[in-house]
């Protein structure tokens, strides 16, 4: 298996908040339509960054975990898609959750992005919903054991 041609690594908001504006602005507000209002709030301060770079140092990807398990703004530039950079994120927030011991992580899943997500251990609870116009489902890591 190729290793893979990017490297994870958590971001500090402040220091480098331009880069992960630049992703999720990419993703969410242009490609999805999410509004900028909705896109940004008050957790971005508080929560823990996770920066995805090509090997020139370029950002091609970006999560953040909160302090009550929640992982989200999961978000990989369109030409990155598929290439393992969301596995890799996922992996270093879920990685970081444990260390912290954070209460069980959980997400809210985009629908088309449900496959994703069970492949990574995490199954579907409570029923669909809207968020910033896009239908989401709640999905929590299920531990085998």
Do not use: C
Request: charged share 25%.
């Amino acid at each position: 298996m190729n290793e893979l041609a990017i490297s994870i690594r958590q971001a500090h908001w402040p220091d480098e908040e331009a880069a992960l504006r630049r992703v999720r602005t990419s993703v969410f507000v242009k490609e999805q339509r999410v509004p900028p209002d909705l896109e940004w709030d008050n957790h971005e301060a508080s929560a823990i960054h996770f920066l995805a770079e090509d090997p020139d140092g370029k950002p091609v990807g970006t999560a953040r975990l909160l302090s009550n398990g929640q992982i989200g703004r999961m978000a990989v530039l369109k030409s990155w898609r598929k290439a393992g950079v969301g596995t890799a994120l996922l992996g270093a927030a879920l990685e970081i959750a444990r260390q912290k011991g954070l209460p069980a992580p959980f997400l809210n899943a985009q629908v088309s992005a449900i496959a994703f997500y069970r492949r990574m251990g995490f199954n579907e609870t409570g029923e669909e919903f809207m968020e910033a116009g896009i239908a989401h489902r709640r999905m929590e890591l299920q531990h085998n054991g």
